[in-house]
């Protein structure tokens, strides 16, 4: 998500004077809209370091902040038992990586709408997006489950939202032309579609001994 380039901090004692600006949160609310409508961002924002992204580079949705990030990443070794108590471990693999992204956003209503329908869409989309970090980018990776919550705490117009995600891995398979094998029996299998049953003719009855050539008598 684009962060806050000048964030909001109290003009108090003991906090020292910070730059503030305006235009990046509404360059933000024109980009929120825009995503919403498909169309690309019209307003460069600053170069985000945390966010989301999808395969053009485009935030899944416009947040002021991402607070937090989690990530678990497992190995299972698969063992068997032997005789005597022993065992034998084999074959570690990989666990798709889970990883959960927690996100604020605040403002206008219809700017709060609009961050939460882009985040819905993108939940029930199979879509897959890479979870930025500033040490380590995780790709291929599809949102599970969204859950936000507001309190007077942090301020009921304030939007805290967690997106989960699991990693998704893309695997290729091989492809094979059927019309260059030296033996016809060695081709891959062809869909013909739909095949309609027809009653055998009378030289394949007598190819399978003595068959009903009427179909559902004595067939077999």
């Known amino acids: ?34 995503a ?17 992204f999808d395969d053009s580079g ?7 902040s991402v607070i937090a990030m989690d990530y678990h990443s497992e190995s299972r070794v698969s063992d068997y038992p032997q005789e005597m108590g022993a065992f034998e471990s084999f074959n570690k693999v990989q666990v798709p990586y889970a990883s959960s992204v927690q996100m604020t956003c605040g403002g206008d209503s219809p700017r709060r709408a609009t961050f939460l329908a882009a985040l819905q869409a993108a939940k029930d989309s199979t879509n897959l997006y890479s979870i930025v970090t500033p040490d380590v ?3 291929s990776a599809n949102i599970t489950g969204l859950n936000y ?18 990693e998704i891995r893309v695997t290729a398979s091989a492809a094979f032309a059927n019309e260059n094998v030296q033996n016809p029996a060695s081709a891959d299998t062809v869909s013909l579609g739909q095949v309609q049953a027809q009653p ?6 007598a190819l399978f001994g003595p068959v009903s ?6 067939g077999a």
């Open 1 to 34: 998500m684009p962060l806050i380039e000048f964030p909001d901090v109290p003009d108090v004692p003991g906090v020292p004077p910070l730059a503030r600006s305006a235009i990046s949160q509404v360059a933000a609310g024109i980009n929120g809209y825009l």
């Open 36 to 52: 919403l409508a498909g169309l690309p961002p019209l307003i460069a924002l600053p170069t985000p370091t945390w966010g989301v």
């Open 58 to 64: 485009l935030a899944v949705a416009v947040a002021d």
């Open 137 to 139: 980018v995780y790709r």
């Open 149 to 166: 919550r507001r309190t007077t705490r942090d301020g009921a117009s304030l939007l805290t939202v967690d997106l989960h995600f699991e």
């Open 200 to 205: 055998p003719s009378a030289g394949m009855s």
């Open 213 to 218: 050539a009427v179909q559902g008598i004595g």
